[in-house]
């Protein structure tokens, strides 16, 4: 950084309240610690995660009575910018699924008052992948010159870990329940394939049933801490990450970084993130999902080369990187005059 090394600068970053998820903030416990000593960081979380006026008003107060020098509000708060200096602001931008598959006018609304206006009150616009890019000037969000793109890192505990491949009955790691993480066409996928599935995140009674009518051996996790998680992708085989939208797709290089071969998208972001060379399907049709698996199982050449080409692609997302990317732009904020 070209900042003074004499002082220590103070910078705030802004997450949702505790409890609500973890995935944004496991993204920064990786790059904060690699922040130069010159930096003094503050991990400000809002008391509230619901949208209600009175909890908006005072998540703002708080937020507020933490500014610092530079305000990094991280994703989903963002209209917390209103109440920040506009010079010294950056909000982080993860998805626009609110706006991509809203609909009417409470879609309107979002886009208003949590991208649209949000945005006009920072200095700086960051997302985490080129996707994520097109679709914030697609929707008129924020001029094309204020965005900067700083991809998510790969936690430094995510290290290559070989394994003996099950091919008579592999594990297969799933990431994600939500409807855009694709678990009911990965199910109705696994029918004919003698297979354990294991699903990270809370499952509803209609996919049990789904379990159930398919006869599918699983385990479904919840709630698990990061060593946990780790410990999942350690054990699995394959990770299945065939999702249908995504801002960027951390299991993918957390996949390819522990060594795993991925069963993940051919559309965008999951492509750019997997890499060019990257055994990709098309997540809307069940037959290329089943297809997809039983190659990752039956041609070991196909998974040796995918395993080999995930170590390549993944280096590009350490940690240090990206750490260096928001110091950068840290640097920006502290060195100017407004």
Known sequence: ????????HKISLYFRAKGADYSIERVFDSIIPKFDLNLSVSQVYVPHYLIRFTYILQNLIHCKNNKSEVNHITGVIHYCAFILPYSKTIITIHDLISVEHGKGLKKIIFWFFFFYLPLKKCKYVTCISESVRDSLIKYKCCPASKIIVIPNPVSDSFVHFPTVFNQEFPQILHIGTRPNKNLDSVIKALID????????GEIGTSEQILLKENRIKYT???????????????DCDIVSFPSLYEGFG?????????????????ISPMKEVAGENYYLINPYDVRAIAKGFKDLIHNSELRSNLIAEGLLNVKKYNSDSIANMYMELYSKILNSKT
């Open 1 to 8: 950084m070209s900042a003074s090394k004499s002082k220590k």
């Open 193 to 200: 394939i003698p297979c354990h599935l294991v699903i990270i």
């Open 220 to 234: 479904n996790k919840k709630n698990l801490s990061d060593d946990e998680i780790l410990k999942e992708y350690i």
């Open 250 to 266: 951390v299991p993918i290089i957390e996949g390819q970084a522990i060594g795993r071969p991925i069963l993940t998208s051919n």
